[in-house]
């Protein structure tokens, strides 16, 4: 399911975050869902222990997934956390870098909506409530 | 914790570790970097007890690894050279094992033996390297050490034992926090499983901590510069390896090397990838070294 690039600059641990991460907004994790125990998936992958527990605590810490004691490591019901200007301006930053590459490649800002939609479609995420 | 102080020692009179520090805490995995002769295994048998350094400290847990009995009892040792008694069968070397060692877990042993698939009726003399290897990995596995001290563990194993070597060492750390001095030639391995490295070189750390931020030290660059390569990149002390491909460089340096690069006029500049083996090989053998 994880996909580790060895040789990539991206930190391990970041990868397994940013992995899962996509997992649940695709939907191939559902809210609930049991994840791997970090034994389970450090063996699996052949990477260190310690750098799963990092990532796990780094998901917690987001609020994407939830660890309840003796039971194992679940995604997160309800998932409501609001992004700080930091992270605000990161994100600004990735879009607008999209769009500008997205105008040189000669779409117009209509295509360039229609394709945000269209992406956002692909993982049911229209129509949702704000607050998700 | 594992503390090793100001380790020294000689052979005759070559020096092989020249004030050796290094520290490492429970249930993390340090991996030891060198070229061959600079003093890996001669660390590793220091640590074990194997040699008696000529000055320096080590110790586990507060214990001193040279002369407490109680430490020996929970430190594990996959040497090099395997040399067990050649006429003993592989079940008559189990039964040894078992003796020696309080914590022996047989069920453990069982386990891995599923995995490994050595013959216990078949004497050690018979054993090819291989297979040696892998019963030394088994038996020290087996004695559930708090330290585990492993030298080459995946030399001359073929590709899929490997494989098993490292996903056994995996999960022995996740499941009984053990922890791990482990040697290779292979950064792949190392990177893949080991909390923090350490390169060893003519006797002395040359760089050690972990895998994000050593990475985070090293740049490698793509550059077209307008023109020839300006000389206060060239003559920089942060330029670790130079290869030219047209017009086109490929540099490896010290992170600065990246803002030194901003400064000067370049047509192109793209920074790559590090992966630890290229920081090895161009911090440890790079043509232009320290």
Not at chain 1, 2 to 22: M, T
Not at chain 2, 96 to 115: A, T, V
Not at chain 2, 197 to 225: K, M, N, S, T, W
């Amino acid at each position: 399911m994880l996909d580790i690039d060895f040789k990539s600059d991206n930190p391990i641990y970041q990868q397994v975050v940013e992995q899962v991460r996509a997992a649940v907004f695709k939907g191939a994790l559902s809210p609930g869902d049991r994840l791997p125990a970090v034994r389970k998936l450090a063996t699996k992958l052949t990477i260190n222990p310690n750098t799963i527990q990092k990532a796990y605590q780094e998901l917690e810490r987001q609020g994407v997934i939830v660890t309840v004691r003796g039971r194992g490591t679940f995604v997160a019901e309800d998932y409501t956390r609001t992004a700080d200007s930091g992270e605000l301006e990161a994100l600004r930053a990735h879009f607008r870098k999209g769009i500008i590459d997205a105008h040189y490649m000669g779409l117009s800002p209509g295509e360039i909506e229609e394709l945000v939609q269209e992406l956002l479609q692909e993982h049911g995420h229209t129509g949702r409530d704000e607050s998700c | 914790m594992l503390k090793i102080e100001n380790l020294h020692k000689a052979f005759d009179t070559t020096d092989v570790l020249r004030g050796v520090d290094l520290q490492l805490s429970e249930g993390t995995i340090l991996g030891i970097l060198g070229p061959n002769g600079m003093g890996k295994t001669t660390l590793l048998k220091c640590v074990v007890g194997i040699l008696e350094p000529d000055r320096g400290k080590i110790t586990w847990e507060g214990m001193n690894l040279l002369t407490s009995v109680e430490a020996k009892y929970c430190v594990g040792y996959v040497g090099e050279q395997r040399n067990y008694y050649p006429r003993f069968r592989v079940e008559d070397l189990v039964r040894f094992y078992r003796m020696s060692y309080p914590n022996w877990d047989h069920e453990q042993y069982r386990r891995l033996q599923g995995i490994f698939e050595l013959p216990s009726e078949q004497r050690i003399a018979n054993l090819s390297r291989g297979m040696k290897a892998q019963l030394a990995f088994l038996l020290n596995l087996s004695i559930m050490p708090d330290l585990l001290i492993l030298d080459e563990p995946t030399s001359g194993l073929d590709p899929a034992v490997r494989k098993e070597v490292l996903r056994v060492m995996v999960d022995q750390t996740a499941a009984c926090g053990t922890t791990m001095l482990v040697s290779s030639n292979n950064a792949g391995e190392l990177e893949r499983i080991c909390d923090a490295v350490a390169f060893i070189r003519d006797g002395e750390i040359a760089l050690q901590g972990p895998l994000e931020e050593l990475r985070r030290r090293f740049a490698a660059v793509h550059v077209i510069f307008d023109g020839e390569m300006p000389a206060e990149i060239a003559d920089c002390c942060d330029l670790l390896y130079v290869e030219r491909l047209g017009r086109m460089y490929a540099l490896v340096g010290r992170r600065p090397l990246l803002s030194r690069l901003q400064a000067v006029d370049t047509v192109y500049l793209e920074p790559v990838d590090t992966s630890l083996e290229d920081i090895y090989i161009y911090y440890m053998e790079g043509p232009n070294h320290e």
